[in-house]
């Protein structure tokens, strides 16, 4: 770690003894602490700080570290509840990397950074003044323009908190727009005097709300009277004009430039609409996202640098300083033998003293690269010349990947003359996606709700459909079978028969629920638990009619009754080669924030219905602009291993694939048909009020609800469990159908239905040719056995097997490959 104490000598000592400034504090403080004066006509001196990752380069684990640290000491204030509601505000420029970090510790709360950076387009949410900065205006431009609008408490973050004045304009100008009842401020330091603890204190009294305050150290800086002049005039004295002529510098260490010096620039496939930080809001989302793509970028990037570099710097651009320090920090963990090192570049002017009792021993000047909107001007890198840096990786946005970036005088031949290796990574500059204007209407019909549409209470779920009830459209399933088969019609297009299960299928059904109630309950709890850590706090469930809205309204009913939350529940249509309803896309659009909306399914068999959303989401993105949907599924079983977020991976029976409607709402399977849905309209479904009497969803979720009590404790230890774990898809799944396919010479993955839920889905819904079941499958596969021998449809048993029980649709059906009572026979 690099100290401010360095040999016995503080680094503040020679402001202190020329400037009469004092740094009261314990020894805690002055390790965190430098001093150094600076060209302001505010204010002399500047506290810096050794762990921010501005002006001293440190060690990315320690910056990271200390900021994580605040992070979890306010998730700790809060508790888990109200942390779920926070909302993180950091500072630019010095503290946007800092507010990520404890956005990261407080773990589900969602992270925006004020900018001096206008984005057109992007409406301005909020602005402030920093009272004693050499820039003073600050911009909040979030994506969702909701973000700052909820109730939860506001955390602002700021590297230090001296006078207060910077909060109180942030806290008076936003508590206007967007009042709430708690504030948290977060700081390295708390350098406020008496006075301004007081001045907070009554300002919090005054606006009604509660006020606290998180900061690693505590301290004040006695200033001497005249302390200004004093200090201006020690810059003067000191400064001497600099070759460039761009403004004065005390020359930098010269380093001899080796003739070997490279310049390299490295490509680090940053993932396609990942926001480069949080100008315009970073979400837990947006987190793992991150978390998954760091260690290739990390591995890419480490194959630029010489084989015989020991000590590198990662140095980040002005206000973009959360990816840099995740790279550098995922560096700093790969590379073995090498001291990885991480500061940011600055536009704060700062006086260079080469002096061990000084927090800034060096400055490199160059030009502004990325056009800001307040004009050219110099910009800085601190304590970068003469530190033996064996290669420079200088990071920026694209904004700033300007001719400026790389003239004669500009950065990267200004690291040249430093370090005898310098590496450029570009991220893309996020822009967020402007409103796209559409032929269609901007009105949307509101979703439907029951009693209307559905047996669900209204508040359970909303769908995002348009009621054909009064259309015919149902037909024999053998002719559907042909029609599919032939090309000659899509599955979507027409209905199934309502299978009508007899005494013997309905107590087989109350039995395996009965059975599998717990094992459901705590599926449901674990994939709700992941949802709430991991996606957003306050998501929006999008279940896939019909199969997943059982489980949404499961996932909704346990938010609330483990955290107290009301989660917006809706219902929308997917259809295998047509893709997800565009028009339901677009109401959600305009009522949430894509980035909350969480899509919801029962199950996974082979993982069609998860790749079809992959790519409808794409396809979306690009056809309307609008941009933040998450394609990931989260289901409560995934024995397919297709996604990430899910209760369970166990292929067992969940008993709601026992049943069609009558344990889905009432609801049939959606419909997408040119005749029916025109271009402005939502896909279809019917409601099958007629059926009330054999209904049973609402006892099937209430049956579920009731053993929450019983799976709440070992829900906590399996999501830990998860959390802690890698869940990355394998896929397999895919593979097992593809291999299955072959062998019984089907050649065609979508006659392949594997899976317990897939399975009876195949015999209630489609002509089965056989069933393959594992060896020694048990009560599971009960209502399989029984489906199978009420349709004609043998079972054959496979040892190995990574499902419980695979459907296979009859490969080259035709009516004529039926019998007499029309069930379905081997071929």
């Not at 005097?193 to 907070?200: C, T, W």
């Not at 000191?238 to 510098?249: L, S």
């Not at 090498?338 to 940011?344: D, L, R």
């Not at 709890?525 to 469930?541: F, I, K």
């Amino acid at each position: 770690m690099n100290n401010a104490v360095h040999n016995g000598v503080w680094s503040g000592t020679w402001v202190a003894e020329r400037l009469g400034v004092e740094l009261v504090g314990d020894a805690e403080l002055r390790e965190l602490l430098g001093l150094a004066l600076r060209r302001n006509p505010k204010r002399a001196h500047l506290l810096v700080s050794n762990v921010l990752g501005k002006h001293v380069p440190q060690s990315p684990a320690v910056v990271y570290g200390h900021g994580f640290a605040l992070g979890r000491r306010v998730r700790e204030l809060l508790g888990a509840d109200e942390s779920r509601r926070a909302v993180v505000v950091g500072y630019a420029e010095t503290a946007t990397g800092l507010g990520h970090c404890v956005a990261d510790g407080v773990g589900l709360a969602p992270y925006l950074h004020s900018t001096r950076r206008p984005v057109d387009g992007v409406a301005q949410a909020g602005g402030f003044e920093e009272s004693h900065s050499h820039a003073t205006s600050h911009l909040l431009l979030p994506e969702n323009p909701t973000l700052l609008a909820g109730p939860g408490p506001l955390v602002l973050v700021d590297d230090e908190f001296s006078t207060g004045n910077t909060v109180l304009n942030t806290i008076r100008a936003l508590h206007e727009r967007y009042p709430r009842e708690r504030y948290v401020i977060v700081a390295l330091v708390d350098m406020r005097a008496p006075a301004d603890v007081a001045r907070l204190a009554e300002f919090a009294q005054e606006i009604g709300a509660q006020v606290d305050l998180v900061a690693a150290a505590k301290g004040t800086v006695s200033l001497p009277e005249g302390v200004l002049e004093k200090g201006q005039a020690l810059v003067a004295g000191h400064e001497i004009p600099h070759p460039g002529a761009r403004g004065t510098a005390r020359p930098a260490p010269t380093d001899p430039q080796p003739p070997h010096n490279r310049f390299t620039r490295v490509d680090l496939r940053w993932p396609a609409r990942l926001p480069d930080g949080g100008r315009h809001g970073f979400t837990p989302g947006h987190r793992i996202r991150l978390d998954n793509a760091l260690p290739a970028m990390a591995a890419r990037l480490a194959e630029t640098l010489p084989t015989d570099a020991h000590r590198i710097l990662v140095l980040g651009f002005e206000e973009l300083m959360y990816a840099p320090l995740r790279l550098a920090r995922e560096l700093e963990q790969v590379t073995e033998g090498v001291e990885v090192c991480y500061s940011t570049t600055t536009r704060s002017p700062v006086l260079a003293v080469d002096d061990p009792g000084y927090a800034i021993r060096s400055r490199l000047v160059f030009p502004a690269h990325d056009d800001p909107a307040d004009g050219p001007g110099d910009r800085y890198a601190y304590n970068v010349a003469g530190a033996g840096f064996d290669a420079v990786v200088a990071v920026v946005d694209s904004t700033a990947d300007t001719p400026e970036l790389h003239a004669p005088d500009g950065l990267l031949a200004t690291l040249a003359a430093h370090t005898p290796n310098v590496v450029l990574a570009v991220v893309p500059s996020y822009v967020p996606a402007r409103p796209h204007v559409s032929e269609r209407p901007a009105m949307l019909p509101e979703p439907l709700r029951g009693p209307a549409f559905s047996s669900y209470p209204p508040d359970e779920v909303g769908w995002l459909l348009q009621d054909l009830s009064d259309v015919t459209l149902e037909a024999p399933v053998e002719e559907r079978e042909e029609a599919i088969q032939a090309g000659g019609a899509h599955y979507a297009e027409s209905l199934p028969v309502e299978y009508q299960p007899s005494d013997q299928y309905q107590e087989l059904f109350r039995a395996a629920l009965d059975t599998s109630a717990a094992r459901i309950a705590q599926a449901v709890g674990v994939v709700t638990e992941l949802v709430l850590a991991e996606r957003s706090p306050r998501p929006v469930l999008v279940s896939l009619a019909r199969a997943g809205t059982p489980v949404g309204v499961l996932m909704r009913r346990w938010a609330k009754y483990r955290h107290g939350l009301e989660l917006p529940h809706y219902a929308v249509s997917i259809v295998r080669g047509r893709g997800i309803d565009a028009n339901a896309l677009r109401w959600l659009a305009a009522h949430h924030d894509p980035a909350d909306v969480v899509f919801v399914d029962g199950w996974t068999g082979k993982g069609a219905i998860t790749r079809e959303l992959a790519d409808a989401i794409e396809e979306f993105e690009a056809s309307d602009g609008i941009t933040g949907f998450d394609p990931e599924i989260a289901v409560l079983a995934d024995p397919g291993s297709c996604v990430r977020t899910y209760g369970t991976r166990e292929d067992f029976l969940i008993p709601s694939a026992c049943l069609n409607s009558t344990v889905s709402g009432l609801i049939s399977r959606t419909v997408l048909r040119a005749d029916l849905v025109g271009p402005n309209d939502f896909h279809g479904a019917k409601f099958y009020r007629e059926l009330a009497g054999a209904d049973v969803s609402v006892d099937f979720l209430d049956a579920i609800e009731a053993r929450f009590p019983v799976a709440a404790l070992e829900v906590l230890a399996l999501t830990k469990k998860l959390l802690d774990s890698d869940r990355t898809p394998t896929w397999e799944g895919w593979a097992a159908v593809e291999r299955i396919s072959e062998e019984y010479e089907i050649h065609d993955v979508n006659l392949v239905k594997p899976g317990v839920g897939e399975t009876t889905r195949v015999l209630l819904r489609r002509v089965p040719w056989k069933i393959l079941a594992r060896a020694g499958a048990g009560a599971d596969l009960d209502h399989v056995r029984l489906l199978a021998e009420q349709r004609g449809v043998p079972v054959e048993e496979v040892a190995e097997l990574p499902y419980t029980c695979v459907g296979l649709i009859h490969p080259k059906y035709t009516r004529g490959a039926t019998g007499a009572n029309g069930r379905a026979v081997s071929v």
